[in-house]
């Protein structure tokens, strides 16, 4: 039986390899893949170097400022910088349009920066040609192109009843012309192989590269065994070409549109303008740490005489205005915080349900599932922006710690006086090393498995639900 299998396959390829137009479907999606793969793989490679050296520049220029009052260093601010990781050569996921940068800096939570000017406000735009929309959107128009023929062909040049009078049964036909089509995803499929394989070479995780190139050959038999079902129920190859290229654009197109206008219809996002309102009115509540006298923090004052049992801040061993400041950035980041979870647990939930029209798109859910296991999905972002946080308020909380134990409180209250006043507050730049280095990586492989196993599930339910219906469908074939 296998060997009739077989054979019927290697006769479907010497087939395509003397037709003009698999070999030229061929030769563009080559071209193509190449040029959009080297492409990215420059830019990624220049933009890791680039923020790279960005970041270690901005660590020096931070611990390299000279003596001075320590909340100037507060203001002064810091950057940190998302550095691509390796698989991002084949998916660059929501890099371009969430930024790669943010601005720290006391008592704000600046968003990132320097998002590509040009990047569309979604990830299903053509914006950016990569190597996953390649794999995404080109791969089955290629394999629609080749194979929408592969049995309603037979049926045409009435070869299919001497075929079938050969002991040869619709399930083996349809199996042979099945690994057929297989094959030639195997061919298209190299190209990605030799991709992770560079991100391997620079350190990527072989588990998240197999679990990718094993992503995107799942998807690619979803188009083999749909172009099959479509060739084997149809009757002739114009009305299968117009069924497969209808479902292409519906995939590719209009439920992933479909999908993002949904989430945002159904899981609305309130406007920035709003929010921050929201959000300024509590900070307002919590008080300004620079006015030490401010009735919020009277009764901080009482506790703090009460604890070292003095009846004036001037006798405190510690400087007033700077445990204020400390305790101030404090609750001010608690605020900021509850803020910033509850719009990253929106955008969350927004992009799950986005997500879940994997079930009515495979492209929805490869998509999905490279973002995941490339590391350049939403939840990476979100990690970054609470990794960068912590950065904050770690470097504004040490330096306000030098402020409440070794800047003296009436030093501290004089320094507007005159110039040599504000000489003594300066402190020592040996003090600016409560900066932390941030070096921001892709999570663990298996953490990006884990997310990503929705898509494989729906891309798996994809596959044995056509391939079910291939085998009904095979075991009906008449001439």
Known sequence: MMNSVFSIAREEWR???????????????????????????????AEHQQRTEQQALAEETFLSQPDRHPHRMVHYG?????????????????????????????????????????????????????????YQLFVPLLLIAIGHGLIVRERE?????????????????????????????????????????VAVARGESLLASAGLIGIYALYSLVWCSLILLVSALVRSRGLGLGILALFWLGAVLIVPRSAVETASSVMPAEGKLEADLRM?????????????????????QANLLAQYDVERVEDLPVNFRGVVAEVNEADLTEVMNRYAEERMALEARQARFAESF?????????????????????????????????VRFDFVQGLNRVHVEQLDYIIDINRSNDTASERRTRMSAENW??????????????????????????????FLLLTAGGIFVSRRIRP
Request: negative net charge.
């Open 15 to 45: 087939l395509w390899l003397r037709s003009r137009l698999a070999l030229s479907a061929l030769l563009v999606f080559a071209l193509l893949l190449t040029a959009t793969s080297t492409l990215i793989a420059l830019r990624m490679s």
């Open 78 to 134: 810091h950057y940190v910088f998302r550095v691509p990781p390796p698989l991002s050569v084949v998916d660059p996921g929501v890099d371009a349009v969430t930024g790669q940068s943010i601005f720290l800096e006391g008592h704000r939570q600046n968003t990132a920066m320097f998002a590509d000017a040009g990047a569309s406000a979604n990830i299903g735009s053509f914006e950016a040609l990569n190597a996953a929309l390649v």
């Open 433 to 462: 090393n409560v900066l932390d280095e941030f070096n921001f990586q892709a999570a663990p492989a298996t953490e990006r498995l884990t997310r990503a196993t929705p898509a494989l599930t729906m891309l798996s339910a994809w």
């Open 358 to 390: 994997g079930w009515l798109s495979p492209v929805v859910a490869v998509s999905a599932g490279s973002r995941a296991l490339s590391g350049t999905d939403l939840a990476t972002h979100h990690r970054f922006l609470r990794e960068a946080e912590a």
């Open 157 to 197: 040049e009435n070869t299919l009843a001497p075929l079938l009078a050969q002991n040869v049964t619709g399930v083996m036909l349809c199996l042979g012309k099945w690994i057929a089509l297989a094959g030639v995803t195997l061919v298209l499929l190299l190209p990605l192989f030799v991709m992770t394989a």
């Open 280 to 300: 300024q009115a509590d900070l307002r509540e919590v008080g300004d740490g620079h006015y030490a006298g401010a009735p919020e923090f009277m009764q901080l």
